[in-house]
């Protein structure tokens, strides 16, 4: 199984005044009920954050069933690139060679879809991967519509924090842009259809929040 990296920096500006991470949804800290669903598919879960919130997102977890580990940002606000290749390097203390990247506001993570990105990367077919040429990807990124979901993804730890330091140091800030210096497979539509589309939902802003609450509570 792959770690799983938790991106919760954020200064959540669209949320309000509070930190969405741990803002109570339906009666559960959002990032725990992040973790939660990641629970069965992980190793080891590593959370992302600023130094100021890691004693608060440290009780959120106190009694999560997989070891828990804290990649604190040294320079907060550098966005979320900078969350990857910072969450990304604690993974490569430990041994695990993969990790499945979500954001901290995504509570309807399909688990099932981790496990598929994560054969994606390690087995991939005979088509040609984007860029150079692998036995394994470096990464496995759904694409469901024009987009990619970039924070809902699987990376090999190593080669993606590099590409992430490459790119902050070349003033890039488009969250796109690591990819492309990577052997990547890019997972269309129809092979996301048996998963559900839920899992690329975000709760970014106040009403989003009150929607979900609503949807979790039925």
Same mark, same amino acid.
């Given at each position: 199984?792959? %770690? ?6 954020? *200064?959540?500006?669209? $949320?309000?005044?509070?930190?969405? %991470?741990?803002?109570?949804?339906? #009666?559960?800290?959002?990032?725990? =009920? ?13 959370? !992302? ?14 009694? &999560?069933? *997989?070891?828990? =580990? ?14 990857? =290749?910072? #969450?990304? *390097?604690?993974?490569? %203390?430990?041994?695990?060679? &993969?990790? $499945? ?21 390690? !087995? ?12 394994? &990807? ?24 590099? %590409? ?8 890039? *800030? ?13 997972? #269309? ?5 048996? $998963?559900?589309?839920?899992? $690329? ?18």
């Amino acid at each position: 199984m792959p %770690a799983g990296v938790v991106l919760a920096g954020g *200064r959540s500006t669209r $949320f309000g005044e509070a930190d969405k %991470a741990v803002a109570d949804l339906a #009666g559960v800290p959002m990032l725990r =009920r992040v973790a939660d669903r990641l629970a069965g598919v992980v190793d080891v879960l590593v959370v !992302n954050c600023r130094a100021d919130q890691r004693e608060e997102v440290a009780e959120v977890l106190s009694s &999560y069933d *997989r070891p828990v =580990r804290f990649a604190v940002d040294t320079d907060p606000d550098e966005g979320p690139m900078a969350g990857i =290749r910072t #969450g990304l *390097r604690e993974v490569e %203390a430990t041994t695990e060679e &993969y990790a $499945f990247v979500t954001a901290c506001d995504m509570p309807f993570l399909d688990p099932g879809l981790v496990d598929y990105l994560l054969g994606c990367a390690k !087995n991939p077919d005979d088509e040609a991967p984007q860029t150079g040429t692998a036995d394994r &990807y470096d990464a496995a990124v759904p694409r469901p519509t024009e987009w990619f979901e970039t924070t809902h993804a699987v990376y090999r730890a190593g080669p993606m924090a590099d %590409a992430c330091d490459e790119a902050l140091l070349a003033g890039e *800030r488009k969250i796109i842009e690591p990819l492309f210096e990577l052997d990547f497979v890019a997972v #269309g539509e129809e092979d996301l259809a048996d $998963f559900d589309a839920e899992s $690329f939902e975000s709760v970014d802003t106040p009403e989003e929040f009150t929607a979900a609450e609503e949807r979790l509570g039925d």
